[in-house]
């Protein structure tokens, strides 16, 4: 398996970094798909704004156990091609009791990605300058929460069990 990392500050000391796991929350991903099946039955449409969750998109989360934190870096590794798109969720929101709304989503958004036609042991692609600032925003929003979602899209051939995705912090304190 590839691993690429943005290193974005080699002189952080290892031993007093974060190291987050992108999890997926399959329980808010299946009750977001159940909330699409929903109103494909019923032949409603969504309400004005709602995003719904697409097939190829899953639920993941991060949570904090400490909130004062700086960006240091991702990790993600992805064994075959593919593009996998990270948007993150603005608002505290639940499926059960709200429905995701299309101003809740992030921006930048984060996306690495390896075509097709390179080689497995290339390094994935992504686009630093918003990986940068996206990390940089996932640690202000820690400060004032304690977890944090996500959608995660797997489109060009990748697929979740391909992947693993982190993220490193620097504890302010």
């Known amino acids: 398996m590839t ?4 290193d974005m500050d080699e002189t952080k000391s ?3 970094t974060l190291v987050l796991d992108f999890k997926e929350d399959a329980a808010l991903t299946e009750m977001m798909r159940l909330r699409v099946s929903s109103l494909q039955r019923s032949g409603q449409k969504r309400q004005d704004g709602e995003r719904l969750l697409l097939p190829h998109e899953a639920v993941y989360r991060l949570d904090f156990a400490t909130q004062e934190l700086s960006f240091s870096r991702w990790y993600f590794s992805l064994s075959g091609h593919g593009r996998v798109t990270i948007t ?6 639940t499926p059960d009791l709200t429905h995701l709304m299309t101003r809740q989503l ?6 690495f990605w ?6 497995e042991d290339s390094p994935l692609k992504c686009l630093e300058a918003d990986m940068q ?3 940089e925003r996932i640690a202000e929003l820690a400060k004032v929460r304690k977890v944090m ?7 060009d051939g990748a ?12 504890p302010e304190k």
């Open 3 to 6: 691993s690429s990392k943005m």
């Open 106 to 111: 992030l921006e930048p958004i984060g996306t």
């Open 88 to 93: 993150g969720i603005s608002q505290h929101w």
């Open 14 to 16: 290892p031993s007093k």
């Open 159 to 170: 697929e979740a069990a391909n992947l693993s995705c982190s993220i490193e912090f620097t």
């Open 114 to 119: 390896r075509n097709a036609d390179d080689p």
């Open 149 to 155: 979602y996500f959608l995660l899209a797997f489109k």
């Open 133 to 135: 600032e996206f990390g």
